[in-house]
């Protein structure tokens, strides 16, 4: 019986560990956005196929692309602070495992997108898992300041793929829940930039405040927070949303300029940890207002 529990528990860890490569808590987001993507796209129920096996899939694949960036990444993960403790640096899984794993998971989410859902998702995926597991994580992140700006469009592809899951094709309307996405990406990492800025420094990887410097990039935040800000107007003012989707916007982006103004104006590091913190929330509750929004219209 105490055999028993052990192998189970020791399983259990096992199982945590391959967990923890998919990075859930970003893949946890991304999915989320991808789900009211789903709901935008249609005005009364969403397929229940479509919902399900859409959802799966494209989790499984995000989970994948997070997983080839723990295994390339996993010598200068080990270097810094915020990443040691992901499972290929303390050794708790090893690279063959990880390639195993990520084949597995991902290949299951595409033959699921294609077979269950529509090859037209299953393709947007693909070029957004190569986007970010092979264009970002491999040739944009280590060569310039400019990765997050351009590796940030995958990151903002998920609620596209959610529409595509549901209708077969990409609208204008999609493309406006990318844009904010795409927009939103550089305040949310160069924030965090800016407070993880030494360790950056130390791997050699070219983040905007190390190459330069933080007023530079404090400026950038500012930038794209109004870039942001006039994208998020957007889905009302082409009446994709209502008012109540106005209202929300309006008030998640006078907080988002506050901060953006205060990092620009009166920095300090947990100034900026807080207003990475925020862009985390921000994100989730205005896609959570645009759901509300398409129920609720007014
Ligand atoms: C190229 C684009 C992106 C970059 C470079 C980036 C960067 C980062 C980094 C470095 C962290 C880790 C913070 C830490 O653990 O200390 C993080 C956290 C996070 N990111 Fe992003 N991000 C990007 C896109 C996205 C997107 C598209 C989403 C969701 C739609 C997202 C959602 C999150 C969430 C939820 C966390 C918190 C994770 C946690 O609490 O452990 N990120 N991001
Ligand atoms: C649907 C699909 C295939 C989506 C793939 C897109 C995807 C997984 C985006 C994640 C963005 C992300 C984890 C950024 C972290 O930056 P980083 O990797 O530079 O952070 P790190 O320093 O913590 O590794």
Redesign the pocket.
Known sequence: MATSSIAWQQTASRMQQFYRLT?PR??SL?VFT?VIGMFLAVPGAVPLNALIFGTVG?AL??G???AV??LV?QKI?AI?S??RGRPLPRGTVTSPETLFFLALIGGTGLLMLHQLVNPLTMWL?LG??V???II??VVL?PNTPQN?VIGGA??A??PV?GWAAVTGEVSADALLLFLIIFAWTPPH?WALALYRKLEYAKVGMPMLPVTHGDKFTRLHVLLYTLILIAVTLMPYATQMSGLIYLVGAVVLDAVFLYYAVKIYLDYSDELARRAFRYSILYLAALFAVLLIDHYIRF
């Open positions: 990075k970003v893949v991304i991808a494209i694949v995000a994948a692309a997070a960036n723990c990444e993960d810094m915020r990443t995926t957004t898992f986007g970010y597991a970002y994580t992140k997050i995958s990151g592809m998920p793929l990492f």
